[in-house]
């Protein structure tokens, strides 16, 4: 079974709206963090956000914010404000236990529209 | 802030050369990763070290080897090399620690290798 699942292969947002990105996780680990990337058209892969799987509060970094559904769960990225840099791919990603693996979906194409 | 460093950025090699990528990780984090990524594909885990040693293995062919120095530096090397090598090569790092589900992967900016 795939460790991550994100559904929208590609999103469209407009300028200055918020967008939300799915991400659906499966593990049967008690700890376990979830980590999404941006990459951009550049390459690199640059790390936005964590969220544990005891965190009680969703996560936020910036204009980043985590909307963490365990009992779901799903670990949804929600982007305020869009911006023209924020269009990339998002790769949602997860790591268990003590695990050394990190487990990535296969990511969501980002286009923010002027 | 210091980051993971990769060299080099781009390489062309053509079918069955060889070719041997580099990964300086950010200081103090013993543990090195490297991925591969196709394009329009996801990262696809290769292997990892912990202190000098390979700790998990994933998708990485037999031509491909790779070890991590005494000062923690890693290299990828690659033999025999095929067009379907052709992708972007990624070295991450991270802090080994007790809750190791806490720690992010810091990755390079990747190596380019074109297989021609």
């Known amino acids: 079974a795939q460790k991550i699942t994100q559904t929208q292969p590609g999103m469209f947002v407009q300028e200055k709206e918020a967008v939300t990105l799915d991400c659906t996780y499966d593990?049967?680990?008690?700890?376990?963090?979830l980590f999404w990337y941006k990459q951009p058209s550049s390459g690199e892969m640059i790390f936005l956000i964590y969220?544990?799987?005891?965190?009680?509060q969703n996560a936020t970094e910036g204009r980043y914010s985590l909307n963490f559904q365990k009992a779901r769960k799903s670990a949804n990225l929600v982007i305020s404000a869009s911006q023209l840099g924020d269009s990339a791919m998002y790769f949602c990603?997860?790591?268990?236990?003590?695990?050394?693996?990190?487990?990535f979906g296969t990511g969501t194409s980002l286009t923010v529209i002027p | 802030a210091a980051g993971v460093i990769q060299s080099p950025r781009h390489l062309i090699k053509e079918k069955r050369e060889t070719a041997t990528l580099k990964c300086y990780p950010i200081?103090?984090?013993?543990?090195v990763y490297w991925y591969q990524q196709g394009p329009g594909q996801d990262p696809q885990f290769l292997i990892s070290f912990y202190e000098k040693m390979q700790s998990d293995k994933g998708s990485i062919p037999d031509r491909f080897s790779a070890q991590q120095f005494s000062d923690y530096h890693s290299e990828l090397n690659m033999s025999s090399l095929e067009l379907g090598d052709s992708a972007l090569y990624f070295c991450?790092?991270?802090?080994?620690?007790?809750?190791?589900?806490?720690?992010?992967?810091?990755f390079g900016n990747g190596t380019r290798l074109t297989v021609t």
């Open positions: 969220q544990g799987s005891y965190d009680e």
């Open positions: 200081p103090r984090h013993d543990t």
């Open positions: 991450a790092s991270s802090p080994r620690q007790r809750r190791a589900y806490n720690s992010p992967l810091h």
């Open positions: 593990t049967s680990d008690q700890s376990y963090g």
């Open positions: 990603a997860m790591r268990e236990g003590a695990g050394n693996q990190f487990y």
